[in-house]
């Protein structure tokens, strides 16, 4: 059975930091790319950023470029999400999810994971 399970959410003030992590368990780890999302209470999921399956390449939303940076380490399993220079705006629940494809996809339907996400609140 496929979990991610993410952790690191919390409250932090505006310019602040944070580091989510996702630990992945009943997949071939090294064998999926992997991506972050949001949602915002009444808005769509979002696409935040992703890392392919070796780490090479890597993909941003806009609104996030510059101030997060995605990476993993296939040994432990884990994904992380650094988080720098928060604004209220980014205040979601952060998902990360596990695609199969080779590259990098922004497209919610190409992942066929998901963790529960994790609950991220940005004061001002």
């Known amino acids: 059975q496929v979990q991610l399970v993410e952790s690191g959410g919390g409250l932090v003030q505006a310019g602040g930091s944070l580091r989510l992590s996702c630990a992945a368990s009943?997949?071939?780890?090294?064998?999926?790319?992997m991506g972050w999302f949001r949602q915002a209470p009444g808005k769509e999921r979002e696409f935040v950023t992703a890392?392919?399956?070796?780490?090479?390449?890597?993909s941003f939303g806009d609104s996030v470029k510059g101030r997060f940076t995605i990476s993993r380490d296939n040994a432990k399993n884990t994904v992380y999400l650094q988080m720098n220079s928060l604004k209220p705006e980014d205040t979601a629940v952060y998902y990360c999810?596990?695609?199969?494809?080779?590259?990098?996809?922004?497209?919610?339907?190409?992942?066929?994971?998901w963790g529960q996400g994790t609950q991220v609140t940005v004061s001002s």
């Open positions: 999810a596990a695609t199969p494809g080779v590259g990098v996809t922004r497209t919610r339907t190409d992942y066929s994971y």
């Open positions: 009943g997949l071939t780890f090294s064998r999926y790319g």
């Open positions: 890392i392919s399956r070796s780490g090479s390449s890597l």
